[in-house]
């Protein structure tokens, strides 16, 4: 079987690494990306696989697309897409204002349509197996307070993952989405460091303790790979059980 050529947007740290790094372990051909340099990411996955980053910025279509094509370039094919570069913006309410909010939309919400629509004008007829993953949120189907731009965001990531599952179903290809739940990342690292803060997760969190990059790569194979040739327009949600938990009676554990 000829290697899986994969591209993962915004993927030299965090999620995006951890993606990366488990579809190299598989043996796929990659491209990584970010709008900075790639601070060591590309010499760690070159380890693995044949990996090649491009620096693009993806808060402009122009930059989301021309990625696409450069990656497709790079790899004279590409199979599967995972939108994953997306950012968190937000302050209280009363403060959001108009440019926060475009530039929470534009990344993790406008980029994903246009990344996608580039790969999918790039398939070569009768391609198969072409597949897409959005990167969501648990934010996809609950929210936090002050978090009205990205909640929503991520909100519409899952009513993308279907309207696209069923716009492209025709063509075969695959379109699903992957819900992380708190993951340890230069994202979220600030608030994981105040004090009390991750004790507090911990304890809410039913497997007892956040998730870390490499918890959340596998889910994203999967999805991409043969193993799941019939499903599609689904959010697979990788959060340690934070969506499965009703309010209890008893103490935290
Ligand atoms: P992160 O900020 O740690 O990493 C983001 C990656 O995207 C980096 O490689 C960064 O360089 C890149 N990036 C940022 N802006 C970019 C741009 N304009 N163009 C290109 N690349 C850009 O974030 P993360 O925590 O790894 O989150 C990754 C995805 O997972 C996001 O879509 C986020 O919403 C989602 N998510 C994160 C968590 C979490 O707890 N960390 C939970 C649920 C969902």
């Given at each position: 079987?000829?290697?899986?050529?994969?591209?993962?947007?915004?993927?030299?740290?965090?999620?995006?690494?951890?993606?990366?790094?488990?579809?190299?372990?598989?043996?796929?051909?990659?491209?990584?990306?970010?709008?900075?340099?790639?601070?060591?990411?590309?010499?760690?996955?070159?380890?693995?696989?044949?990996?090649?980053?491009?620096?693009?910025?993806?808060?402009?279509?122009?930059?989301?697309?021309?990625?696409?094509?450069?990656?497709?370039?790079?790899?004279?094919?590409?199979?599967?897409?995972?939108?994953?570069?997306?950012?968190?913006?937000?302050?209280?309410?009363?403060?959001?204002?108009?440019?926060?909010?475009?530039?929470?939309?534009?990344?993790?919400?406008?980029?994903?349509?246009?990344?996608?629509?580039?790969?999918?004008?790039?398939?070569?007829?009768?391609?198969?197996?072409?597949?897409?993953?959005?990167?969501?949120?648990?934010?996809?189907?609950?929210?936090?307070?002050?978090?009205?731009?990205?909640?929503?965001?991520?909100?519409?990531?899952?009513?993308?993952?279907?309207?696209?599952?069923?716009s492209l179903a025709g063509r075969?290809?695959?379109?699903?989405?992957?819900?992380?739940?708190?993951?340890?990342?230069?994202?979220?690292?600030?608030?994981?460091?105040?004090?009390?803060?991750?004790?507090?997760?911990?304890?809410?969190?039913?497997?007892?303790?956040?998730?870390?990059?490499?918890?959340?790569?596998?889910?994203?194979?999967?999805?991409?790979?043969?193993?799941?040739?019939?499903?599609?327009?689904?959010?697979?949600?990788?959060?340690?059980?934070?969506?499965?938990?009703?309010?209890?009676?008893?103490?935290?554990?």
């Open positions: 079987m000829t290697q899986p050529c994969v591209l993962v947007t915004g993927s030299t740290h965090g999620i995006g690494y951890g993606i990366a790094e488990a579809f190299a372990r598989q043996g796929a051909r990659l491209v990584i990306n970010s709008h900075l340099p790639d601070n060591g990411a590309l010499a760690k996955l070159s380890a693995l696989t044949e990996c090649h980053f491009i620096q693009s910025d993806l808060s402009t279509t122009a930059g989301a697309v021309s990625l696409v094509e450069q990656a497709h370039a790079r790899l004279g094919r590409l199979d599967t897409l995972v939108n994953n570069a997306g950012t968190f913006l937000d302050t209280p309410f009363d403060d959001l204002t108009e440019a926060l909010f475009d530039r929470t939309f534009n990344l993790n919400v406008k980029a994903y349509v246009f990344a996608s629509q580039a790969f999918v004008r790039l398939l070569a007829p009768g391609q198969e197996g072409a597949s897409i993953v959005l990167v969501g949120s648990t934010n996809s189907v609950t929210a936090e307070r002050h978090s009205v731009a990205y909640d929503a965001s991520k909100g519409a990531v899952l009513m993308l993952v279907r309207s696209l599952a069923v075969g290809v695959r379109v699903n989405g992957l819900g992380p739940g708190i993951v340890e990342t230069p994202l979220t690292q600030r608030g994981l460091d105040v004090p009390g803060v991750r004790a507090s997760l911990n304890k809410q969190i039913p497997f007892g303790r956040v998730g870390q990059p490499e918890d959340v790569g596998g889910a994203a194979v999967f999805l991409a790979s043969p193993a799941a040739g019939y499903i599609t327009g689904q959010m697979l949600f990788v959060d340690g059980g934070i969506l499965a938990i009703q309010k209890t009676w008893e103490p935290p554990v």
